[in-house]
C-alpha cells in the first residue's frame, strides 16, 4: 500500500462518519502522484485553478465518469465557462456577478452544478467571501432568479485560534439558511469542523505530503 493510501484510510478512520466527504486537494501535485488514490476508489478531488486543473484532469475525468472535481479557489468570472465545463462542484461563489455567469453558462452547457457560498465569516479585508449582512439576499437571488443549486456555505476561517467559534457560527447560517452541506475545515482543522457538522473538508497536505 502506497504512503498516500495510507494517510488515506487514516483520516477516514479518524473521521469516522459517511456523512463526511472528504475532497482531496490536489493543487500544484503532478497526477503521477495523485493517481493511487484515484485508481483506490476516492472520487472527491479539489483544485484552487482552473487551468492547471484542465491540464490535470480532463482526460482523466473522461476515463473515471463517477470522479467528482471541486473548485475550491477564487474562481475569476473569466474563466466560469471553462469552471462549468470542468467542474461539478464550485466552493467560492461570493459575489452576484459570478453567480449570474455560472447560471448562464450551466444553461449553455446543458449542466447543473452544485455550488457553496463562501462566507467572509471573519469579516477580513483581504479575504473573498460574502459580507456576512448580504448573505440572505445573495442566497435568496441565487435560487429565486438564478435557479442555481446551493447546497451549503463555505468559509477559510482566520487564523487566530478560534476556529471553532468560526466553525460553530457557519453551523448556524447554514441551518437558518436550511442548507444541508458544510464545507469547512483544511488538513490543520478538520476534526474541529466535523464538530460543528461540516460534510465536506478539504484535505491536502495531510494526504499527499507538504507542498513545494
Given at each position: 500500500m502506497s504512503p498516500i493510501i495510507k494517510r488515506f484510510e487514516n483520516i477516514k478512520s479518524l473521521i469516522n462518519n459517511s456523512n463526511v466527504k472528504i475532497v482531496a486537494v490536489t493543487k500544484t501535485f503532478e497526477y503521477n502522484l495523485i493517481k493511487p488514490l484515484v485508481e483506490h476508489g476516492h472520487n472527491h478531488f479539489g483544485e484552487n485553478k482552473v487551468q492547471e486543473a484542465q491540464a490535470k484532469w480532463a482526460v482523466v475525468k473522461k476515463e473515471y465518469p463517477d470522479l467528482n472535481l471541486h473548485m475550491i479557489g477564487k474562481l475569476q468570472s473569466n474563466?466560469?465557462?471553462?469552471?462549468?465545463?470542468?467542474?461539478?462542484?464550485?466552493?467560492?461563489?461570493?459575489?452576484?456577478?459570478?453567480?449570474?455567469?455560472?447560471?448562464?453558462?450551466?444553461?449553455?452547457?446543458g449542466k447543473k452544478l452544485k455550488y457553496f457560498i463562501q462566507v467572509n465569516i471573519g469579516n477580513e479585508k483581504q479575504k473573498s467571501g460574502m459580507a456576512l449582512d448580504q448573505l440572505d439576499d445573495f442566497y435568496n437571488y441565487c435560487i429565486n432568479e438564478l435557479k442555481i443549486k446551493i447546497i451549503g456555505l463555505m468559509a477559510i476561517p482566520p487564523n487566530d485560534g478560534q476556529e471553532s467559534m468560526y466553525f460553530k457560527n457557519l453551523m448556524q447560517l447554514n441551518k437558518t439558511l436550511g442548507l444541508k452541506e458544510l464545507s469547512m475545515g483544511m488538513s490543520g482543522d478538520f476534526k474541529e469542523a466535523i464538530k460543528f457538522e461540516s460534510t465536506y473538508v478539504r484535505i491536502g497536505s495531510y494526504i499527499f505530503g507538504n507542498r513545494i
Open positions: 474563466k466560469a465557462k471553462e469552471a462549468v465545463l470542468l467542474f461539478d462542484y464550485i466552493h467560492s461563489v461570493d459575489n452576484p456577478k459570478l453567480a449570474g455567469l455560472l447560471s448562464k453558462h450551466e444553461t449553455n452547457a
